[in-house]
């Protein structure tokens, strides 16, 4: 259930930003996952697919980088990384 509320908040920043910026809908989000995250590239798509039925984000292209780096300070985190609006 971890993951749910990670993704949950992405959400809500990916919705903030394209609020933000007067955004329609959200082309492409990137995302960086810390190697002890715990999740895995295709669960996280899962989840983010899930979460954003509805949303502005609902037909972004999503690209997912895994870190392999357990030393990095964000080694543990989902991180946002870019969002790119449309119109």
């Known amino acids: 259930m971890h993951e ?12 903030s930003i394209a609020a933000a910026e007067s955004a329609p809908r959200v082309v492409a989000v990137n995302v960086k996952l810390g190697a002890l995250a715990h999740i895995s590239p295709e669960h996280f798509r899962d989840h983010f697919t899930r979460a954003a039925r509805g949303t502005v ?23 946002l990384d870019s969002v790119t609006v449309g119109e």
């Open 4 to 15: 749910l509320t990670l993704v949950a908040d992405l959400m809500r920043k990916i919705e």
């Open 57 to 79: 984000a609902q037909d972004a292209r999503l690209s997912v980088e895994l870190s392999e780096d357990a030393r990095d300070p964000h080694a543990q985190e989902i991180l």
